[in-house]
């Protein structure tokens, strides 16, 4: 190690502070993902109560359309 001198202890710190802020930004990137995913299958929760109120009203509609009949 007493070849290496100031710049090669001030590269390997670079190096290291790059390495981190990688695997930092990385996790960040998967937790943004596994978020993203939850929001979707929260997105197809709703669609899929929002066909079945659809549904409700479509029955709803046809009884009073024979009801006035």
Same mark, same amino acid.
């Given at each position: 190690? &007493?070849? =290496? /001198?100031?710049? /090669? =202890?001030?590269?390997?710190?670079?190096?290291?502070?790059? =390495?981190?802020?990688?695997?930092?930004?990385? !996790?960040?990137?998967?937790?943004?993902?596994?978020?993203? &995913?939850?929001?979707?299958?929260?997105?197809?929760?709703?669609? !899929?109560?929002?066909? @079945? =109120?659809?549904?409700?009203? @479509?029955?709803?509609?046809?009884?009073?359309?024979?009801?006035?009949?």
């Amino acid at each position: 190690m &007493s070849n =290496i /001198g100031i710049p /090669g =202890i001030i590269l390997i710190i670079i190096v290291f502070a790059l =390495i981190a802020l990688f695997f930092l930004s990385f !996790s960040a990137f998967i937790r943004k993902l596994l978020k993203n &995913s939850d929001k979707s299958h929260n997105q197809t929760n709703i669609d !899929s109560r929002l066909n @079945r =109120i659809e549904d409700e009203l @479509r029955v709803i509609n046809k009884k009073m359309d024979n009801r006035d009949s």
